[in-house]
C-alpha cells in the first residue's frame, strides 16, 4: 500500500513535469520550471 502510494506520487509528479515542460516551451523559462521540479522530486522521495 505504501508503495503504491509513492509510485502513484511519482506518476503524477511526471505528469507535472509534462505540464511544466509545455509552459516552459511557450514561457521560455525553463531553468526556474526544471528546478521547481527537482525540489518536488526530493519532497517525493523523502516521503
Do not use: R
Amino acid at each position: 500500500m505504501k508503495k503504491f502510494f509513492i509510485y502513484s506520487i511519482l506518476f503524477l509528479n511526471v505528469q507535472f513535469v509534462y505540464s511544466q515542460f509545455e509552459v516552459s516551451v511557450l514561457t521560455d523559462k525553463t531553468e526556474y520550471l526544471v528546478g521547481e521540479n527537482i525540489e518536488i522530486t526530493v519532497t517525493t522521495y523523502d516521503l
